[in-house]
C-alpha cells in the first residue's frame, strides 16, 4: 500500500506537470499520428499485393500494431523516458539522492518523470483499433478482446522487465546508449504477426528475447488464433524476466560506489 501511495503521488505530481505545458500534448499527438499513419499506409501497400501475411488477414495484422502501440503508449507514459536518462542520471550522481528517500529505490528510479502528455497516443491507437476492427472478417467478442487487453498489460511487465535488466548493466559500464537503442529497435519487430518470423530468428524473439510477442500475442488471444499453450508460457516468461530484472538490480547495487 505505501508503495501505491508513492506511485500515486508520482502520478500526481506529473499530472500538475501537463497542465502547466499543455502545448506538449498536442505536439505529441500530432507526431504520434503522423508515426502510425505512416506504418498503416505500409500494411494498406502489403494487402494490396496479397490477401494474408503469414496466415493473418489485414484486420488481424491491424490488430498486432494496434496492441503494439498501446504497449508503446503505456511504456512512454509510465516508464520509457527514465530508463532513457538513466544512464547520464547515473553519471550525476542523482542516483545518491533516491537511496535516501524512503521509498522503493526502483520505483523513484524508473517512474520519476511520468509523460502524460504522451497519453495523446492513446487517441491514435483507439482510432487504430477501430481501424482494425473494420477490417476483421468478423467481429470480436467482448470477453476475448478484455483477454486481448489483459495480455497487452503483461507485455507492458514483460518491456519493462527487459529494460530494466538492459538499464542495470550501466552499473558495470560508463555508458549504455548503445544497448538501450538496441532493444528499442529490436522492438518495432513486435508491430507484425510472430508467424512471419522463420526458424532461429522466431524461436529466438519467441522464447529467449520475447519481443515478438509484445503485440502478437493479444492480438492472438483477441481473435482467438491458434497458439496452443503459449500464453501460459508468455506468462511464464515474463514472471522470469521480472524476478530476474529485480534480482539483477539489486546485485547491480553492490557495485554502484557514486559518481559524487
Known amino acids: 500500500m505505501k508503495t501505491l501511495k508513492i506511485f500515486l503521488k ?17 505536439i505529441s499527438l500530432a507526431l504520434m499520428g503522423m508515426w502510425v ?10 494487402f494490396y499485393h496479397t490477401s494474408t501475411l503469414a496466415g493473418w488477414n489485414k484486420g488481424s495484422v491491424l490488430l498486432v ?5 498501446f504497449v508503446q503508449n503505456l511504456s512512454d507514459i509510465f516508464f520509457k523516458e527514465n530508463f532513457e536518462q538513466f544512464g547520464d542520471n547515473l553519471r550525476r550522481g542523482e542516483l545518491d539522492f533516491n537511496i535516501v528517500k524512503p521509498a522503493p529505490l526502483r520505483l523513484l528510479t524508473f517512474f520519476r518523470e511520468i509523460r502524460f502528455d ?14 482494425a476492427f473494420k477490417n476483421l472478417p468478423a467481429p470480436i467478442s467482448v470477453n476475448h478482446l478484455l483477454l486481448g487487453f489483459i495480455f497487452a498489460l503483461v507485455s507492458v511487465v514483460l518491456y519493462f522487465s527487459m529494460l530494466s535488466i538492459i538499464s542495470t548493466i550501466t552499473f558495470w559500464i560508463q555508458k549504455n546508449d548503445t544497448f538501450s537503442a538496441l532493444i528499442f529497435n529490436v522492438t518495432q519487430l513486435s508491430r507484425y504477426p510472430r508467424q512471419i518470423y522463420r526458424q532461429i530468428v522466431g524461436k529466438i524473439l519467441t522464447f529467449a528475447l520475447p519481443l515478438a510477442l509484445l503485440g502478437s500475442l493479444p492480438a492472438e488471444v483477441a481473435v482467438q488464433f491458434e497458439n496452443g499453450s503459449l500464453p501460459i508460457i508468455f506468462i511464464g516468461i515474463t514472471i522470469g524476466f521480472y524476478f530476474l530484472g529485480r534480482i539483477f538490480w539489486e546485485y547491480g547495487l553492490t557495485k554502484y560506489t557514486s559518481a559524487n
Open 10 to 26: 508520482l502520478c500526481e505530481l506529473n499530472l500538475k506537470k501537463l497542465l502547466i505545458y499543455r502545448a506538449s500534448f498536442f
Open 65 to 69: 500494431m494496434s496492441f503494439y502501440y
Open 118 to 131: 504522451h497519453a495523446a497516443g492513446l487517441l491514435i491507437t483507439s482510432g487504430l483499433f477501430t481501424y
Open 37 to 46: 499513419m505512416a506504418y498503416v499506409i505500409l500494411i494498406e501497400v502489403i
